[in-house]
């Protein structure tokens, strides 16, 4: 019996108002990829402009003090060519021993000094300094320092055993040629003075690098520029792209909150139009008792579809919005949990039985059983629904490599390709089916379900020939 037209009222109907409202509404978590991009990326180009910056002036420092040292060795081996042999040999040689106060009245200093000024004018380098092997300062054009003991300097002992070792420094100020000059940056060389073949002596030559570090900057600032402008030009591009496709998210994913709300409205109208009319009729007319038991049948059937379809979308909801939080593994022996699902669909009287076969020596799985056991009763549901009556089920698990297998098989009325395509969609239901009870939900809430278990289902069927499902779990 089907109820009259015209018994449900505009109350039971959104409104145009609230219809836009609830096009606008869309699902409450969106992510937001415009925002996300935005940051992460300014803070990377931030990071990646300051990382190329500092690698290129390290890089640009490091050939600076390479080339430098060159020229400092250069330098050194005029000094060495023009003043060893003849002064500095016989003076590091007649000095050995002597105290710092020696060292400083010692009569060759005057002539030394004014060699190695006359050398030096003209070159980048600022300040000499002379050591024996043993760290003691013979010389320095900087005349208060000779006598002070640098036996533990790195770069005089380096340069003692035979190695060229130099350094950027910087000076705030600094003793250069008989004057004070500020603000300097400095290429420091520890270098070793050969006499006939043998190590008699270390060099420490300061050259000034100030106009090349000055140069360094200069271009830092200049390719820094142009890697940000050219960051910039690649931000601005996907900028351009991560908008668009932030567009395209949002409409997609409103597309399908409008498509599920529609459709899950369609599915709950259905029930709820059933039990008020037929409620409304019970209230308004009056029917014999048997025609009576008929309409409350009805109302309870459709009721209880009602509840299924409520129950299954608060699952989903659950499932989709606390994730793997809404499961409790555990381990379980796969055995006992068929026995209990094939019981749970073994109604009296019905001669179509749930044959269950299980491998011997299934290992035991993680999972949730209460959800695995609703997944298998929605399969086993649709299996009897969609087979002949008095045909059996079969529930079969078995273990194929790292997997273990369970399958359901009915000698249904089967699935065609076009359908089997559908089979997951939310309320999707077959125009054969239409006549049978079901929320639409049972396929979708079960895959769900079993990829929370890092599973997958498998589905084979073909018109006429049946349905197999099979739920694949790893060990």
């Given at each position: 019996?089907?109820?009259?037209p015209?018994?449900?009222?505009?109350?039971?109907?959104?409104?145009p108002?609230?219809?836009?409202?609830?096009?606008?509404?869309?699902?409450?978590?969106?992510?937001?990829?415009?925002?996300?991009?935005?940051?992460?990326?300014?803070?990377?180009?931030?990071?990646?402009?300051?990382?190329?910056?500092?690698v290129?002036?390290?890089?640009?420092?490091?050939?600076?003090?390479?080339?430098?040292?060159?020229?400092?060795?250069?330098?050194?081996?005029?000094?060495?060519?023009?003043?060893?042999?003849?002064?500095?040999?016989?003076?590091?040689?007649a000095?050995?021993?002597?105290?710092?106060?020696?060292?400083?009245?010692?009569?060759?200093?005057?002539?030394?000094?004014?060699k190695?000024?006359?050398?030096?004018?003209?070159?980048?380098?600022?300040?000499?300094?002379?050591?024996d092997?043993?760290?003691?300062?013979?010389?320095?054009?900087e005349?208060?320092?000779?006598?002070?003991?640098?036996?533990?300097?790195?770069?005089v002992?380096?340069?003692?055993q035979?190695?060229?070792?130099?350094?950027?420094?910087h000076r705030?100020?600094?003793?250069?040629?008989?004057?004070?000059?500020?603000?300097?940056?400095?290429?420091?060389?520890?270098?070793?003075?050969?006499?006939?073949?043998?190590?008699?002596?270390?060099?420490?030559?300061?050259?000034?690098?100030?106009?090349?570090?000055?140069?360094?900057?200069?271009?830092?600032?200049?390719?820094?520029?142009?890697?940000?402008?050219?960051?910039?030009?690649?931000?601005?591009a996907?900028?351009?792209?991560?908008?668009?496709?932030?567009?395209?998210?949002?409409?997609?994913?409103?597309?399908?909150?409008?498509?599920?709300?529609?459709?899950?409205?369609?599915?709950?109208?259905?029930?709820?139009?059933?039990?008020?009319?037929?409620?409304?009729?019970?209230?308004?007319?009056?029917?014999?008792?048997?025609?009576?038991?008929?309409?409350?049948?009805?109302?309870?059937e459709?009721?209880?579809?009602?509840?299924?379809?409520s129950?299954?979308?608060?699952?989903?909801?659950?499932?989709?919005?606390?994730?793997?939080?809404?499961?409790?593994?555990e381990?379980?022996?796969?055995?006992?949990?068929?026995e209990?699902?094939?019981?749970?669909?073994?109604?009296?009287?019905?001669?179509?039985?749930v044959?269950?076969?299980?491998?011997?020596?299934?290992?035991?799985?993680?999972?949730d059983?209460?959800?695995?056991?609703?997944?298998?009763t929605?399969?086993l549901?649709?299996?009897?629904?969609?087979?002949?009556?008095?045909?059996?089920?079969?529930?079969?698990?078995?273990?194929?490599?790292?997997?273990?297998?369970?399958?359901?098989?009915?000698?249904?009325?089967?699935?065609?390709?076009?359908?089997?395509?559908?089979?997951?969609e939310?309320?999707?239901r077959?125009?054969?089916?239409?006549?049978?009870?079901g929320?639409?939900?049972?396929?979708?809430?079960?895959?769900?379900?079993?990829?929370?278990?890092?599973?997958?289902?498998?589905?084979?069927?073909?018109?006429?020939e049946?349905?197999?499902?099979?739920?694949?779990?790893?060990?």
């Amino acid at each position: 019996m089907q109820p009259q037209p015209g018994l449900l009222d505009d109350a039971h109907v959104l409104r145009p108002r609230e219809r836009a409202v609830a096009a606008q509404a869309g699902p409450e978590a969106e992510f937001r990829l415009v925002r996300y991009f935005t940051v992460t990326s300014l803070v990377a180009f931030a990071i990646v402009a300051v990382v190329l910056g500092v690698v290129y002036r390290h890089l640009s420092i490091d050939g600076l003090v390479r080339s430098q040292e060159d020229a400092n060795v250069n330098i050194t081996r005029i000094l060495a060519n023009q003043l060893w042999a003849k002064d500095f040999g016989p003076f590091v040689r007649a000095m050995a021993g002597r105290s710092a106060a020696e060292l400083r009245a010692a009569p060759q200093i005057p002539g030394l000094h004014a060699k190695v000024l006359a050398l030096m004018r003209g070159s980048s380098v600022f300040k000499v300094k002379v050591y024996d092997l043993k760290g003691m300062t013979l010389y320095s054009t900087e005349l208060k320092q000779i006598g002070e003991d640098k036996s533990g300097n790195s770069g005089v002992i380096a340069a003692a055993q035979g190695r060229t070792v130099s350094e950027h420094v910087h000076r705030n100020a600094f003793s250069a040629l008989e004057q004070e000059v500020l603000d300097r940056d400095l290429i420091q060389s520890y270098i070793p003075a050969y006499e006939e073949g043998r190590i008699s002596g270390v060099f420490e030559v300061y050259s000034d690098a100030t106009p090349s570090l000055r140069e360094i900057d200069r271009k830092l600032w200049l390719v820094g520029g142009t890697v940000v402008g050219l960051l910039a030009v690649l931000y601005g591009a996907l900028f351009i792209v991560v908008n668009r496709a932030q567009g395209i998210i949002r409409r997609q994913s409103r597309a399908r909150y409008l498509e599920f709300t529609a459709k899950a409205a369609h599915e709950l109208r259905t029930p709820i139009t059933s039990i008020y009319g037929f409620t409304a009729l019970l209230k308004t007319r009056s029917y014999d008792p048997e025609v009576a038991r008929d309409v409350v049948e009805t109302i309870h059937e459709q009721a209880g579809r009602l509840v299924q379809i409520s129950n299954d979308l608060l699952d989903l909801s659950r499932i989709e919005e606390r994730g793997a939080q809404a499961f409790a593994f555990e381990a379980q022996q796969v055995a006992p949990l068929l026995e209990r699902a094939a019981g749970e669909h073994a109604a009296p009287g019905d001669a179509r039985r749930v044959q269950v076969e299980v491998e011997p020596g299934l290992p035991a799985l993680r999972l949730d059983r209460v959800k695995i056991a609703q997944a298998l009763t929605n399969i086993l549901g649709n299996a009897h629904k969609f087979s002949a009556p008095g045909t059996p089920v079969t529930l079969r698990a078995f273990c194929e490599g790292n997997r273990v297998g369970i399958s359901v098989i009915d000698r249904g009325i089967g699935m065609s390709a076009e359908e089997l395509g559908h089979l997951f969609e939310r309320f999707w239901r077959a125009d054969k089916a239409s006549e049978i009870p079901g929320s639409g939900l049972g396929m979708t809430l079960a895959r769900e379900i079993v990829q929370f278990h890092d599973g997958t289902i498998e589905v084979h069927s073909a018109p006429g020939e049946g349905t197999v499902v099979t739920i694949w779990l790893p060990c």
